[in-house]
Protein backbone atom coordinates (compact mmCIF):
# COMPACT_ATOMS: atom_id res chain seq x y z
CA UNK A 1 0.00 0.00 0.00
CA UNK A 2 1.32 3.62 -0.66
CA UNK A 3 1.97 6.24 1.42
CA UNK A 4 1.08 6.74 5.02
CA UNK A 5 -1.97 5.46 6.84
CA UNK A 6 -4.86 7.69 7.58
CA UNK A 7 -5.59 7.50 11.00
CA UNK A 8 -7.23 9.69 14.20
CA UNK A 9 -4.18 11.51 14.68
CA UNK A 10 -4.45 12.91 11.57
CA UNK A 11 -7.29 14.83 12.49
CA UNK A 12 -7.21 15.22 16.04
CA UNK A 13 -3.40 16.75 16.16
CA UNK A 14 -4.04 19.88 14.42
CA UNK A 15 -3.50 22.94 16.74
CA UNK A 16 -6.28 24.30 17.77
CA UNK A 17 -6.65 28.23 18.43
CA UNK A 18 -8.39 28.17 22.07
CA UNK A 19 -6.23 25.40 23.24
CA UNK A 20 -3.19 26.65 22.58
CA UNK A 21 -2.13 28.02 25.93
CA UNK A 22 1.57 26.87 26.00
CA UNK A 23 2.75 24.42 28.29
CA UNK A 24 5.74 25.63 30.80
CA UNK A 25 7.90 23.14 29.89
CA UNK A 26 8.38 21.34 26.52
CA UNK A 27 7.54 17.27 27.44
CA UNK A 28 10.91 15.14 27.09
CA UNK A 29 10.83 13.35 23.67
CA UNK A 30 11.20 10.16 26.03
CA UNK A 31 14.21 9.35 23.93
CA UNK A 32 14.84 6.31 26.43
CA UNK A 33 11.51 4.57 25.58
CA UNK A 34 11.54 0.94 24.91
CA UNK A 35 9.17 -0.82 22.22
CA UNK A 36 6.10 -3.41 22.45
CA UNK A 37 3.89 -4.90 20.68
CA UNK A 38 -0.03 -5.04 21.78
CA UNK A 39 -1.12 -7.84 22.62
CA UNK A 40 -4.41 -7.27 24.14
CA UNK A 41 -6.52 -4.75 25.55
CA UNK A 42 -8.98 -4.17 28.21
CA UNK A 43 -10.65 -1.36 29.20
CA UNK A 44 -7.99 1.00 29.29
CA UNK A 45 -5.07 -1.39 30.31
CA UNK A 46 -2.90 -2.53 27.94
CA UNK A 47 -0.70 -6.17 27.91
CA UNK A 48 2.37 -5.72 25.65
CA UNK A 49 5.02 -8.13 24.63
CA UNK A 50 8.67 -6.69 25.07
CA UNK A 51 11.95 -7.92 23.47
CA UNK A 52 10.09 -9.87 21.04
CA UNK A 53 12.13 -13.66 20.72
CA UNK A 54 14.83 -12.24 22.73
CA UNK A 55 16.05 -13.81 26.02
CA UNK A 56 14.46 -10.86 28.12
CA UNK A 57 11.15 -11.20 26.47
CA UNK A 58 8.40 -10.49 28.52
CA UNK A 59 4.65 -9.88 28.90
CA UNK A 60 3.90 -5.93 30.97
CA UNK A 61 0.78 -3.85 31.35
CA UNK A 62 1.11 -0.67 30.52
CA UNK A 63 -1.29 2.73 29.87
CA UNK A 64 -1.46 5.54 27.73
CA UNK A 65 -0.31 8.09 28.57
CA UNK A 66 -2.29 12.02 28.92
CA UNK A 67 -1.14 13.21 25.80
CA UNK A 68 -2.55 10.02 23.85
CA UNK A 69 -5.95 10.00 26.08
CA UNK A 70 -7.48 10.70 23.05
CA UNK A 71 -5.57 8.45 19.68
CA UNK A 72 -6.44 4.86 19.96
CA UNK A 73 -4.33 1.95 21.01
CA UNK A 74 -5.39 -1.14 19.50
CA UNK A 75 -4.04 -4.74 18.76
CA UNK A 76 -1.47 -5.23 16.78
CA UNK A 77 -0.30 -1.42 17.24
CA UNK A 78 3.70 -1.31 18.18
CA UNK A 79 4.26 1.34 20.87
CA UNK A 80 6.41 3.09 22.25
CA UNK A 81 6.77 2.75 26.60
CA UNK A 82 8.17 4.62 29.57
CA UNK A 83 8.25 3.58 33.23
CA UNK A 84 8.35 0.47 34.84
CA UNK A 85 8.71 -1.82 32.37
CA UNK A 86 9.79 -5.01 34.19
CA UNK A 87 6.18 -6.79 33.80
CA UNK A 88 6.86 -7.76 37.47
CA UNK A 89 3.43 -7.86 39.56
CA UNK A 90 1.80 -4.94 40.29
CA UNK A 91 3.80 -2.79 37.78
CA UNK A 92 1.92 -0.20 34.85
CA UNK A 93 4.47 1.09 32.71
CA UNK A 94 3.26 4.37 30.36
CA UNK A 95 2.79 4.19 26.46
CA UNK A 96 4.08 7.32 25.03
CA UNK A 97 4.39 7.06 21.25
CA UNK A 98 2.19 4.78 19.02
CA UNK A 99 4.47 3.82 15.62
CA UNK A 100 3.75 4.43 12.71
CA UNK A 101 1.19 1.60 11.34
CA UNK A 102 1.16 -0.31 8.03
CA UNK A 103 -2.34 -1.43 7.97
CA UNK A 104 -5.79 -0.07 9.56
CA UNK A 105 -8.03 -2.46 9.63
CA UNK A 106 -11.44 -0.35 10.43
CA UNK A 107 -15.30 -0.47 10.60
CA UNK A 108 -17.72 2.06 10.13
CA UNK A 109 -20.71 2.93 12.72
CA UNK A 110 -23.37 0.81 12.11
CA UNK A 111 -26.78 0.17 14.21
CA UNK A 112 -24.32 -1.49 16.93
CA UNK A 113 -21.68 0.77 17.45
CA UNK A 114 -22.07 4.75 16.93
CA UNK A 115 -18.26 5.46 16.31
CA UNK A 116 -15.68 4.20 13.77
CA UNK A 117 -13.11 2.02 14.78
CA UNK A 118 -10.02 1.21 14.14
CA UNK A 119 -9.87 -3.16 14.76
CA UNK A 120 -6.66 -3.90 14.26
CA UNK A 121 -3.30 -2.60 13.24
CA UNK A 122 -0.45 -4.02 11.42
CA UNK A 123 -1.62 -6.92 9.97
CA UNK A 124 -1.10 -7.51 6.61
CA UNK A 125 -4.00 -10.83 6.29
CA UNK A 126 -7.74 -11.36 7.19
CA UNK A 127 -8.59 -14.84 7.43
CA UNK A 128 -12.56 -15.18 6.90
CA UNK A 129 -13.33 -17.98 8.59
CA UNK A 130 -16.83 -20.06 6.90
CA UNK A 131 -18.48 -23.05 7.84
CA UNK A 132 -19.90 -24.55 4.71
CA UNK A 133 -22.78 -25.58 6.67
CA UNK A 134 -23.96 -25.43 9.79
CA UNK A 135 -24.43 -22.42 9.87
CA UNK A 136 -24.58 -21.94 6.26
CA UNK A 137 -22.00 -19.47 4.06
CA UNK A 138 -23.45 -16.27 4.15
CA UNK A 139 -21.89 -14.76 0.95
CA UNK A 140 -22.84 -11.21 1.64
CA UNK A 141 -20.71 -11.41 4.51
CA UNK A 142 -17.76 -12.64 2.96
CA UNK A 143 -17.78 -9.55 0.33
CA UNK A 144 -18.13 -7.52 3.11
CA UNK A 145 -15.10 -9.00 4.95
CA UNK A 146 -13.12 -8.81 1.30
CA UNK A 147 -14.12 -5.12 1.07
CA UNK A 148 -12.69 -4.24 4.50
CA UNK A 149 -9.72 -6.38 3.67
CA UNK A 150 -8.53 -4.66 0.38
CA UNK A 151 -9.41 -1.16 1.57
CA UNK A 152 -6.86 -1.86 4.56
CA UNK A 153 -4.55 -3.40 1.75
CA UNK A 154 -4.51 -6.93 3.37
CA UNK A 155 -4.73 -9.90 1.65
CA UNK A 156 -7.65 -12.44 2.29
CA UNK A 157 -7.31 -15.87 3.13
CA UNK A 158 -11.00 -17.30 2.90
CA UNK A 159 -11.09 -20.43 5.67
CA UNK A 160 -13.66 -22.74 5.10
CA UNK A 161 -14.48 -25.05 7.59
CA UNK A 162 -16.59 -28.63 8.10
CA UNK A 163 -15.85 -29.87 4.77
CA UNK A 164 -17.06 -32.90 6.18
CA UNK A 165 -20.27 -31.71 5.87
CA UNK A 166 -20.79 -29.92 2.84
CA UNK A 167 -18.46 -28.96 -0.60
CA UNK A 168 -16.68 -26.37 -1.13
CA UNK A 169 -16.70 -26.08 -4.95
CA UNK A 170 -19.14 -23.37 -5.13
CA UNK A 171 -17.45 -20.88 -2.90
CA UNK A 172 -14.27 -21.37 -4.52
CA UNK A 173 -15.61 -20.46 -7.51
CA UNK A 174 -16.85 -17.37 -6.48
CA UNK A 175 -13.76 -16.00 -4.47
CA UNK A 176 -10.87 -17.55 -6.22
CA UNK A 177 -10.82 -15.47 -9.16
CA UNK A 178 -10.76 -11.89 -7.06
CA UNK A 179 -7.31 -13.02 -5.40
CA UNK A 180 -8.70 -14.68 -2.24
CA UNK A 181 -7.07 -17.88 -1.41
CA UNK A 182 -8.71 -20.14 -0.28
CA UNK A 183 -8.14 -23.49 2.50
CA UNK A 184 -10.90 -26.13 3.13
CA UNK A 185 -10.78 -27.72 6.56
CA UNK A 186 -12.52 -31.13 7.73
CA UNK A 187 -13.00 -32.93 10.77
CA UNK A 188 -11.72 -35.92 10.46
CA UNK A 189 -12.52 -38.85 13.38
CA UNK A 190 -9.17 -40.28 14.98
CA UNK A 191 -9.64 -43.41 16.23
CA UNK A 192 -6.14 -43.28 18.54
CA UNK A 193 -7.82 -41.03 20.43
CA UNK A 194 -4.17 -39.35 20.27
CA UNK A 195 -5.38 -35.47 19.14
CA UNK A 196 -8.22 -35.35 21.94
CA UNK A 197 -6.28 -32.75 23.01
CA UNK A 198 -7.31 -30.47 19.88
CA UNK A 199 -11.00 -30.23 20.42
CA UNK A 200 -12.90 -27.05 20.37
CA UNK A 201 -14.44 -25.80 23.10
CA UNK A 202 -17.92 -26.97 24.21
CA UNK A 203 -17.53 -30.19 22.18
CA UNK A 204 -14.79 -31.68 23.73
CA UNK A 205 -14.20 -36.13 23.36
CA UNK A 206 -15.21 -37.42 26.72
CA UNK A 207 -17.44 -34.52 28.14
CA UNK A 208 -20.71 -35.61 26.32
CA UNK A 209 -22.29 -38.59 27.99
CA UNK A 210 -22.88 -40.17 25.00
CA UNK A 211 -18.89 -39.87 23.71
CA UNK A 212 -16.09 -42.67 23.94
CA UNK A 213 -12.67 -42.35 23.08
CA UNK A 214 -13.53 -43.24 19.32
CA UNK A 215 -15.40 -39.70 19.12
CA UNK A 216 -11.51 -38.10 19.52
CA UNK A 217 -11.16 -35.66 16.35
CA UNK A 218 -9.01 -33.59 14.90
CA UNK A 219 -8.98 -30.57 12.32
CA UNK A 220 -7.45 -31.43 8.63
CA UNK A 221 -5.32 -29.97 6.77
CA UNK A 222 -3.88 -28.09 9.70
CA UNK A 223 -0.32 -27.88 7.91
CA UNK A 224 -1.88 -26.34 4.87
CA UNK A 225 -3.65 -23.82 6.94
CA UNK A 226 -0.88 -22.73 8.83
CA UNK A 227 1.61 -22.68 6.12
CA UNK A 228 -0.67 -19.59 4.75
CA UNK A 229 -0.13 -17.93 8.20
CA UNK A 230 3.37 -18.26 8.83
CA UNK A 231 5.66 -15.10 9.22
CA UNK A 232 2.79 -13.23 8.62
CA UNK A 233 0.74 -11.16 11.00
CA UNK A 234 -3.33 -12.42 10.31
CA UNK A 235 -7.11 -11.48 11.45
CA UNK A 236 -9.38 -13.72 12.33
CA UNK A 237 -12.93 -13.26 11.80
CA UNK A 238 -15.86 -15.82 11.57
CA UNK A 239 -19.53 -15.45 12.94
CA UNK A 240 -20.21 -17.78 16.25
CA UNK A 241 -20.55 -21.65 15.47
CA UNK A 242 -18.62 -21.72 12.33
CA UNK A 243 -15.63 -23.09 14.22
CA UNK A 244 -12.94 -20.40 14.53
CA UNK A 245 -12.02 -21.52 18.41
CA UNK A 246 -11.49 -25.06 17.43
CA UNK A 247 -9.01 -23.83 14.46
CA UNK A 248 -7.26 -21.73 16.84
CA UNK A 249 -6.90 -24.00 19.77
CA UNK A 250 -5.57 -26.60 16.92
CA UNK A 251 -3.19 -23.89 15.19
CA UNK A 252 -2.19 -22.20 18.94
CA UNK A 253 -2.17 -24.77 21.24
CA UNK A 254 -2.35 -23.26 24.35
CA UNK A 255 -3.82 -20.18 23.55
CA UNK A 256 -7.13 -20.26 25.62
CA UNK A 257 -6.32 -22.97 28.05
CA UNK A 258 -9.22 -25.33 29.53
CA UNK A 259 -10.95 -22.62 31.25
CA UNK A 260 -10.16 -20.01 28.75
CA UNK A 261 -7.37 -16.98 28.79
CA UNK A 262 -8.29 -15.10 32.05
CA UNK A 263 -7.54 -11.45 31.95
CA UNK A 264 -4.70 -10.30 33.97
CA UNK A 265 -6.87 -7.22 35.15
CA UNK A 266 -10.16 -8.10 35.34
CA UNK A 267 -10.03 -11.75 36.09
CA UNK A 268 -13.05 -12.54 33.88
CA UNK A 269 -12.45 -15.30 31.99
CA UNK A 270 -11.41 -14.79 27.84
CA UNK A 271 -15.13 -15.70 26.40
CA UNK A 272 -16.49 -12.75 28.15
CA UNK A 273 -14.20 -10.12 25.92
CA UNK A 274 -15.00 -8.51 22.58
CA UNK A 275 -11.54 -6.70 22.05
CA UNK A 276 -8.98 -8.45 19.64
CA UNK A 277 -6.30 -10.65 21.21
CA UNK A 278 -2.52 -11.56 19.67
CA UNK A 279 -1.59 -14.55 19.94
CA UNK A 280 1.40 -16.32 18.45
CA UNK A 281 1.93 -19.16 16.10
CA UNK A 282 3.93 -21.76 16.85
CA UNK A 283 5.37 -23.35 13.67
CA UNK A 284 5.21 -27.41 13.72
CA UNK A 285 8.49 -27.73 15.57
CA UNK A 286 6.76 -24.80 17.89
CA UNK A 287 9.09 -21.79 16.98
CA UNK A 288 7.35 -18.48 16.75
CA UNK A 289 6.11 -18.87 13.01
CA UNK A 290 3.77 -15.36 13.17
CA UNK A 291 0.70 -13.88 14.74
CA UNK A 292 -2.32 -14.90 14.81
CA UNK A 293 -5.35 -11.78 15.92
CA UNK A 294 -8.93 -13.60 17.07
CA UNK A 295 -11.32 -11.11 17.57
CA UNK A 296 -14.45 -12.21 18.95
CA UNK A 297 -16.34 -9.47 18.72
CA UNK A 298 -15.84 -8.83 15.00
CA UNK A 299 -18.54 -10.19 13.30
CA UNK A 300 -19.41 -7.85 10.58
CA UNK A 301 -17.93 -4.44 8.96
CA UNK A 302 -19.93 -1.07 8.55
CA UNK A 303 -18.20 -0.35 5.30
CA UNK A 304 -18.83 3.09 4.72
CA UNK A 305 -15.42 4.99 5.17
CA UNK A 306 -14.44 2.88 2.30
CA UNK A 307 -13.22 4.41 -1.08
CA UNK A 308 -13.77 3.27 -4.45
CA UNK A 309 -10.62 3.89 -5.37
CA UNK A 310 -8.80 1.94 -2.44
CA UNK A 311 -10.88 -0.95 -3.75
CA UNK A 312 -10.34 -0.83 -7.25
CA UNK A 313 -6.59 -0.84 -6.20
CA UNK A 314 -7.25 -4.14 -5.31
CA UNK A 315 -7.95 -5.39 -8.76
CA UNK A 316 -4.91 -4.52 -10.68
CA UNK A 317 -6.50 -5.06 -14.10
CA UNK A 318 -9.67 -3.11 -13.50
CA UNK A 319 -7.82 -0.28 -11.80
CA UNK A 320 -6.30 0.01 -15.14
CA UNK A 321 -9.45 -0.04 -17.42
CA UNK A 322 -11.02 2.14 -15.00
CA UNK A 323 -8.64 5.42 -16.28
CA UNK A 324 -10.54 5.38 -18.89
CA UNK A 325 -14.09 6.33 -16.79
CA UNK A 326 -15.64 9.45 -16.76
CA UNK A 327 -14.92 11.65 -13.87
CA UNK A 328 -17.45 10.18 -10.81
CA UNK A 329 -18.12 6.69 -12.29
CA UNK A 330 -19.40 4.58 -9.58
CA UNK A 331 -18.35 1.84 -11.99
CA UNK A 332 -21.52 0.17 -11.00
CA UNK A 333 -23.94 -1.81 -13.16
CA UNK A 334 -25.03 0.59 -15.35
CA UNK A 335 -23.42 3.27 -14.83
CA UNK A 336 -23.34 5.49 -17.78
CA UNK A 337 -19.90 5.09 -19.85
CA UNK A 338 -18.23 3.03 -17.90
CA UNK A 339 -15.08 2.10 -19.17
CA UNK A 340 -15.57 -1.73 -17.97
CA UNK A 341 -18.48 -2.29 -19.95
CA UNK A 342 -16.39 -1.22 -23.01
CA UNK A 343 -13.77 -3.81 -21.27
CA UNK A 344 -16.07 -6.68 -21.24
CA UNK A 345 -17.46 -5.70 -24.80
CA UNK A 346 -14.54 -5.44 -26.73
CA UNK A 347 -13.00 -8.63 -25.04
CA UNK A 348 -11.43 -11.27 -27.38
CA UNK A 349 -13.69 -14.37 -27.12
CA UNK A 350 -11.22 -16.59 -25.33
CA UNK A 351 -10.82 -13.84 -22.37
CA UNK A 352 -14.44 -13.34 -22.24
CA UNK A 353 -15.75 -15.41 -19.39
CA UNK A 354 -12.67 -14.37 -17.06
CA UNK A 355 -12.93 -10.76 -17.50
CA UNK A 356 -17.14 -11.09 -17.20
CA UNK A 357 -15.86 -12.65 -13.85
CA UNK A 358 -13.20 -10.59 -12.69
CA UNK A 359 -15.42 -7.38 -13.33
CA UNK A 360 -18.92 -8.74 -11.49
CA UNK A 361 -17.06 -9.89 -8.48
CA UNK A 362 -15.70 -6.24 -8.24
CA UNK A 363 -19.49 -5.07 -8.78
CA UNK A 364 -20.63 -7.66 -6.22
CA UNK A 365 -18.22 -5.76 -3.81
CA UNK A 366 -18.79 -2.75 -4.66
CA UNK A 367 -22.85 -3.12 -4.25
CA UNK A 368 -21.69 -4.98 -0.78
CA UNK A 369 -19.99 -1.76 0.33
CA UNK A 370 -22.83 0.50 -0.74
CA UNK A 371 -26.02 -1.83 1.16
CA UNK A 372 -27.69 -2.53 -2.65
CA UNK A 373 -27.56 -5.79 -2.82
N1 LIG B 1 -18.55 -31.16 11.48
C1 LIG B 1 -17.64 -30.26 11.87
N2 LIG B 1 -17.81 -29.58 13.03
C2 LIG B 1 -16.88 -28.68 13.38
C3 LIG B 1 -15.74 -28.40 12.59
N3 LIG B 1 -15.01 -27.45 13.19
C4 LIG B 1 -15.68 -27.13 14.33
N4 LIG B 1 -16.80 -27.87 14.45
C5 LIG B 1 -17.82 -27.81 15.50
O1 LIG B 1 -18.59 -26.64 15.33
C6 LIG B 1 -19.01 -26.12 16.61
C7 LIG B 1 -18.62 -24.67 16.75
O2 LIG B 1 -17.21 -24.58 16.80
P1 LIG B 1 -16.44 -23.42 17.59
O3 LIG B 1 -15.01 -23.59 17.32
O4 LIG B 1 -16.90 -23.35 18.98
O5 LIG B 1 -17.03 -22.17 16.80
P2 LIG B 1 -16.69 -20.64 16.95
O6 LIG B 1 -16.65 -20.13 15.57
O7 LIG B 1 -15.50 -20.43 17.77
O8 LIG B 1 -17.96 -20.10 17.67
P3 LIG B 1 -18.03 -19.29 19.03
O9 LIG B 1 -17.22 -20.05 20.01
O10 LIG B 1 -19.50 -19.27 19.33
O11 LIG B 1 -17.47 -17.94 18.69
C8 LIG B 1 -18.36 -27.02 17.64
O12 LIG B 1 -19.30 -27.97 18.04
C9 LIG B 1 -17.21 -27.66 16.88
O13 LIG B 1 -16.87 -28.92 17.41
C10 LIG B 1 -15.59 -29.16 11.36
O14 LIG B 1 -14.63 -29.00 10.58
N5 LIG B 1 -16.58 -30.06 11.06
ZN1 LIG C 1 -16.46 3.03 -14.33
Known amino acids: ?117 IIVANADQLVIVTALAQPEPRTRMIDRCVVAAY ?81 RTSVLVGHSGVGKSTLVNALVPDAYRATGVVNDVTGRGRHTSTSAVALRLPDADGNPAGWVIDTPGVRSFGLAHVDVENLLKAFDDLDVVAEDCPRGCTHLDGAPDCALDDWLESSPEEEKAARTARVESFRRLLAARTGTV
Not at 85 to 104: F, H, K, M, P, W
Open 1 to 117: MAGRVRDESDFRDRPSKKNSRPRTKQRPEHEDAETGLVTGVDRGRYTLLLDEDQPTERTILAMKARELTRNRVVCGDRVDIVGDTSGEDGTLARIVRIQERTSVLRRTADDTDPYER
Open 151 to 231: DAGMDVLLCLTKADLADATHLRELYEPIGVKVVVTRRVHDVTGAAAGQAGHGDEPGHNSSDTSEDSWRIEPLDAVRAELEG
